[in-house]
């Protein structure tokens, strides 16, 4: 709760700050359910806008990769009216989507003011959770939002 706290203050105050609030707290979740991180390699932790796209396996993805940049996740609209995970969720800084095609022209220009912006952005183009074994058909209209930019885009 003190975090939360912590975070509404900073978003007035502090922005490039809150994210890293966000970043404590999904490590305090790995803590509480006793997963340790190891990460190989080095990820840029510069003022650059990144998109990040990864496989999603289970929902400990999202503190397991929350816990090692300040990202920003993005989401199916549906996640902010779930009971505490959408407070979370939004809390947390996520985007938020309709996943309709009359809105994906509005949906990409979001994702793309946030990466100039310098946030690092995180998709999950499958659109769900699966077992991991198999790529599931991408919902790829969303990639679309950095094709033809000079961003860095990455594969975790």
């Known amino acids: 709760m003190l975090l939360?706290?912590?975070?509404?203050?900073?978003?007035?105050?502090?922005?490039?700050?809150?994210?890293?609030?966000?970043?404590?707290?999904?490590?305090l979740v790995l803590w509480l359910i006793n997963i340790n991180v190891e990460k190989e390699g080095d990820i840029p932790e510069n003022n650059k806008g990144i998109l990040f796209v990864s496989n999603h396996i289970s929902y400990v993805d999202i503190p397991v990769l929350g816990s090692i940049l300040p990202l920003r996740f993005v989401a199916k609209a549906e996640v902010k009216d779930w009971p505490i995970l959408g407070k979370l969720a939004q809390?947390?800084?996520?985007?938020?989507?309709?996943?309709?095609?009359?809105?994906?022209?509005?949906?990409?220009?979001?994702?793309?003011?946030?990466?100039?912006?310098?946030?690092?952005?995180?998709?999950?183009?499958?659109?769900?959770?699966?077992?991991?074994?198999?790529?599931?058909?991408?919902?790829?209209?969303?990639?679309?939002?950095?094709?033809?930019?000079?961003?860095?885009?990455?594969?975790?």
């Open 4 to 27: 939360i706290v912590f975070k509404y203050l900073s978003d007035l105050l502090f922005v490039n700050f809150s994210m890293h609030i966000v970043k404590i707290f999904h490590k």
């Open 91 to 156: 809390i947390g800084n996520t985007i938020f989507i309709e996943r309709l095609k009359s809105n994906i022209s509005i949906e990409k220009d979001t994702i793309e003011k946030n990466i100039f912006k310098g946030d690092k952005i995180l998709l999950f183009p499958e659109g769900t959770t699966s077992d991991g074994l198999r790529v599931l058909n991408f919902k790829s209209s969303l990639l679309s939002s950095v094709e033809k930019k000079t961003i860095l885009f990455s594969l975790l």
